[in-house]
């Protein structure tokens, strides 16, 4: 079974709820009538029903939510808590309602932060940049989590290496040049994503490219103290560094070149130093190993809200909502 279907047989087994803000794409609306038709989640759509009705031809959504910021009951709610959470900044209730009654990525995020849904998808219609912002500023970080970042789910084809051929990818899309304190929290955060997508038992190597001190350089060293603070931060995860790749994920190799990781050979969840080689070494896994490459899926946030290309296909909603039922099932447990 490929990894997609796994996903979606997983997130059928504990039904989420996820908002589609985008309701006035059609992309979105095709999606919905798939992940209702195959079970994959219940899903909240953002405005008015007979408007989103008539766009939608051919595809069935009678199954899906409707909520539209002009009538819905429990706005007043969603007002003063915002207003509540963005004090700090000055935001008045008359600021919050407004941003609320016009921003369908803001309402969809307190929606999620007041428990109407368990996580939120968007992106086809909106910059990365959009859809982040009202997750950073409502739901934050998790606790102890310094910061979010962009993991990639690779299933190479024919693979002996990593969980059948499944890894974690990060950061590969969010954090242009992360310090060690920052890379500590990237791979505390991508164990988390392993375990809540691959339900499998995560092996991290902090990538370099140098193996336990095979070379000398200030790019080394703030590896080998990202090790040490990830360490300190989650004692219990399977983690090293430095590590190069060959060494991270091939047992003769990382035999002879870190005889004593318990991490050397078998690792599954690789993290890069920067996002260059982050970026690069995903997409060069994706098209010489013809590998799928799911994501990014955004990590590190308290509850899940995950971001689109805005090429996607509805196809490609699908399965980011699966993805985002998995982390919503991970989050309630």
Not at 218 to 231: G, L, N, R, S
Request: charged share 20%.
């Amino acid at each position: 079974m490929a990894f997609l279907d796994k996903i979606v047989e997983i997130a059928k087994s504990d039904v989420q709820t996820i908002v589609l803000p985008e309701a006035f794409d059609p992309r979105t609306i095709e999606a919905t009538h798939k992940v209702l038709e195959k079970g994959i989640a219940k899903v909240i759509l953002i405005g008015d029903e007979a408007e989103i009705k008539s766009t939608a031809g051919q595809w069935n959504i009678d199954g899906a939510e409707f909520i539209n910021p002009k009538t819905f009951k429990d706005m007043d709610k969603l007002v003063t808590k915002l207003a509540e959470l963005r004090k700090s900044k000055g935001m008045t209730e008359d600021q919050a309602r407004e941003i609320l009654m016009t921003n369908v990525l803001y309402l969809g995020v307190m929606l999620v932060k007041m428990g109407y849904a368990g996580g939120m998808v968007a992106g086809a219609a909106n910059a990365t940049g959009d859809v982040l912002r009202p997750a950073l500023q409502i739901l934050k970080t998790a606790p102890g989590i310094k910061l979010a970042s962009g993991a990639f789910i690779m299933e190479v084809p024919d693979c002996e290496y990593g969980e059948n051929g499944i890894f974690i990818f990060s950061d590969c899309a969010l954090n242009p040049n992360p310090n060690a304190e920052e890379l500590a929290h990237i791979a505390v955060s991508s164990a988390n994503t392993f375990k809540a997508l691959v339900h499998a038992e995560p092996h991290v190597s902090i990538l370099s490219f140098s193996s336990k001190g095979s070379a000398k350089h200030p790019d080394v060293d703030k590896v080998i103290e990202a090790t040490q603070i990830a360490k300190a931060l989650a004692p219990e995860i399977s983690l090293d560094g430095e590590l190069q790749f060959d060494a991270s994920i091939d047992a003769a190799i990382g035999k002879k070149k870190a005889p004593d990781s318990t991490v050397a050979g078998q690792a599954n969840v690789i993290i890069f130093p920067d996002l260059d080689a982050g970026n690069i070494g995903y997409k060069l896994v994706q098209r010489l190993a013809k590998a799928n490459a799911y994501g990014p899926v955004i990590q590190g946030l308290s509850m899940p809200v995950n971001d689109l290309s805005r090429g996607c296909f509805a196809d490609d909603i699908v399965g980011t909502v699966a993805l985002t039922a998995l982390q919503a099932q991970m989050q309630n447990k």
